[in-house]
C-alpha cells in the first residue's frame, strides 16, 4: 500500500483539488477531515465539517475525538486494501499524525498544495473559505448528504478529465456550510415541511387533498415521512401516489437540504372535484 500526502495550509484548496490529483497520479483513495472515501464512496468515519466547533472539527480531522472512529476507519481500509492512499493535513508532519493514528505506513511522497496550484486560486479558495464558510468534500453530493442532511449543500462537478478506473463519480465534489461556519442560526420547522407537502398535493395531478402530514428523524437529521391524502374521483391511485411520493422527496430535498430516508404517502379515500379544480357544495 502506497501513500501520499497533499498537505497545505487550512482553506487553500486541498480537498477541492484531490479528485484531480488522484485522477493524475491513479490514487484509488482518499482520507480527508475524519473521511475515508474509496473509488469516489465514502466507506467510512465521520466528516469532521459535521462538527459544531472548530476545535471539534480539528480533533475529528486528526482522529483523536473518538477511538472507535479510527477504528472504523481502520477497519474498512484493512477490508478493502486500497492500492494507494492520499492523506490530507494541513502540514506535512499532520499528515504523518493522521497515517500514524490509521496504523498506515509513513508517506512516501508529500506533495504541497503550492504544487499543484497558483497562487491565485488558492486566494480565491481561502475568500470562500473565510467570507463564505464554504469547504469541500471530495465526494458526490449523494454521499455527503447521508452525513449532512439539513446542512447547505451545493454540488459541484469537475470537468477535467478524470481515469475512467477511479468511477463515473471521481470528478464530482461537494460543497457544504459546517454549523461552525454558519453566520446566525439556521432551523427547518415541522410546520414548513407540512406546507411543502402541501403545496406538492395541490401540484400534483389527481391528487385532491392533504389530510394529515407527520415526520421523524434520526440522530443524524435523515427523515421519515408520512402524508395522507384524498385522491380525484376516477385518479389512478398507484399513479398518483408514485407522483405525490417523489414531489415530497424532491422538494423537500431541494428546499431544506435533508436527506429523505423515505415517503409513505397512504390514500385515504376519493373526493370528487369540479372541473375549475373546486370541491363541488356537498
Not at 470537468?159 to 461552525?180: C, D, H, I, M, W
Not at 415521512?225 to 423537500?252: C, H, K
Request: aromatic fraction near 8%; hydrophobic fraction near 40%; charge should be positive.
Amino acid at each position: 500500500m502506497k501513500i501520499y500526502g497533499l498537505s497545505g495550509k487550512s482553506g487553500t484548496g486541498k480537498s477541492y483539488n484531490a479528485i484531480e490529483l488522484c485522477a493524475k497520479m491513479g490514487i484509488e483513495s482518499i482520507i480527508d477531515d475524519g473521511l475515508f472515501i474509496y473509488l469516489g464512496r465514502i466507506i467510512a468515519g465521520t466528516s469532521a465539517k459535521k462538527q459544531r466547533t472548530k476545535i471539534r472539527a480539528i480533533k475529528t480531522a486528526i482522529f483523536e475525538d473518538d477511538p472507535s472512529h479510527a477504528q472504523q476507519v481502520r477497519e474498512a481500509i484493512e477490508r478493502l486494501q486500497p492500492e494507494s492512499i492520499l492523506v490530507l493535513g494541513t502540514s506535512d508532519r499532520m499528515v504523518d499524525i493522521i497515517s500514524g493514528k490509521l496504523g498506515l505506513p509513513q508517506a512516501s511522497e508529500y506533495i504541497h498544495i503550492e504544487d499543484i496550484t497558483t497562487a491565485a486560486q488558492r486566494s480565491k479558495a481561502q475568500e470562500m473559505r473565510d467570507h463564505g464558510g464554504m469547504h469541500v468534500i471530495p465526494a458526490p453530493a449523494l454521499q455527503v448528504r447521508k452525513q449532512f442532511s439539513g446542512y447547505f449543500i451545493d454540488p459541484k462537478r469537475s470537468f477535467r478529465k478524470t481515469r475512467a478506473e477511479l468511477g463515473e463519480a471521481a470528478g464530482e465534489k461537494t460543497v457544504v456550510r459546517p454549523k461552525y461556519s454558519y453566520f446566525g442560526k439556521f432551523e427547518v420547522s415541522e410546520k414548513v415541511i407540512s406546507d411543502i407537502i402541501g403545496y406538492i398535493i395541490d401540484i400534483t395531478p389527481g391528487a385532491s387533498q392533504l389530510i394529515l402530514t407527520s415526520s421523524s428523524a434520526d440522530a443524524d437529521n435523515n427523515i421519515y415521512i408520512r402524508a395522507a391524502i384524498n385522491v380525484e374521483w376516477g385518479s389512478r391511485v398507484l399513479t398518483v401516489g408514485r407522483a405525490v411520493q417523489e414531489g415530497i422527496t424532491d422538494a423537500i430535498t431541494r428546499m431544506t437540504g435533508f436527506n429523505i430516508l423515505g415517503v409513505e404517502v397512504e390514500v385515504r379515500g376519493f373526493r370528487k372535484v369540479e372541473r375549475d379544480g373546486s370541491p363541488p357544495p356537498f
